[in-house]
């Protein structure tokens, strides 16, 4: 039998590949141990008194989303916080809970890397005891600048040297790409170590199976509704073959079941968040899934443009969202393409 390969030795491996030096395995590390605390913290639910909203005297918290925060929204940014400030792998930290990005401070020495973190995503799901996630994605810091910003953070998909997610289900899994394959760890609890147990997942070309929160039907631009449209039609439309849907409301838990068994995950334009430019975040929500995505032989697109490929022009910018089975993601392209084709 062969010895089970953990986390750490996975990355050992790398770093003798050449793939990734010291500083980037601490990092990945560092990232880890802190989801171990999350995936503790988020287990406890009710009888560690993480749930429900955050803030004080009957006011809530909001973010710079002008989202409530959860308590565990505002926990989980805390232990990813504390975790990385003085290891010196990092250069600066951005955040969903963070209006700014925050540089390392000048107590601890600055490493090379910026990480990106959604610290806990599907917080609608975190009081109702369905799975929920962290997202993070690294980029390197640019040469030569001592004192990063966010505009320093503004750098395209394609330059993220790492990325992954740690899914909070019914087992704690992480899901990591350093540019070399998609793998997944899963937390062997008694332990408190994650062990290899998908090397190199392929999405499937093809699907059958997509996800979207259908609610929004009617607030869809005209590409998308004549997609979906024909995907509902099944066999009596020009899909020829009918579909299946499932929607989470937590990106970490549809994406992983896409990277698992194949899917489209898509969060649309839509009317009502147009004018924001979507719902989900492209530089710690899109990107990291797209790379892991891309990695695992699927696409990842806003319906108009290769997702990797989009100009960041803020920390906290939105993006429309369609990701998974190749095949699939190049039928949702299309008819944008077509319809912006007629004018
Ligand atoms: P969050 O980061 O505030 O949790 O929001 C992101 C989440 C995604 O995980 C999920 O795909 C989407 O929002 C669900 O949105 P909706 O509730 O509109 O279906
Ligand atoms: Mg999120």
Redesign the pocket.
Known sequence: MTPPVSLTRYLIEEQRAGRINADLRLLIEVVARACKSISIAVGKGALGGVLGDAGSGGRASINI?G?AQKKL?VLSNEILLEANAWGGHLAALAS?EMDVSLPISDDYPRGNYLLLF?P??????IDVNVS??TIFSVLRCPEGVSEPRDEHFLQPGTAQVAAGYCVYGPSTMLVLTVGNGTHAFTLDREIGSFVLTARGMRIPEETREFAV?M??QRFWEPPMQAYVGDLLAGKDGPRGKDFNMR????????VHRILTRGGI?S?PLDSKCAAKGG???LMY?ANPMAFLVEQAGGAASTGRQRMLEVQPTGLHQRVPVFLGSRQEVEAAVRYHREHDARG
């Open positions: 989303q989202e929204d969903e959604d806990l995503d599907g917080s609608s799901n929920v996630g929160n609610s929004n929607w989470v409301a937590s990106m970490v838990a549809d995950f969060y719902k989900l975040r929500e």
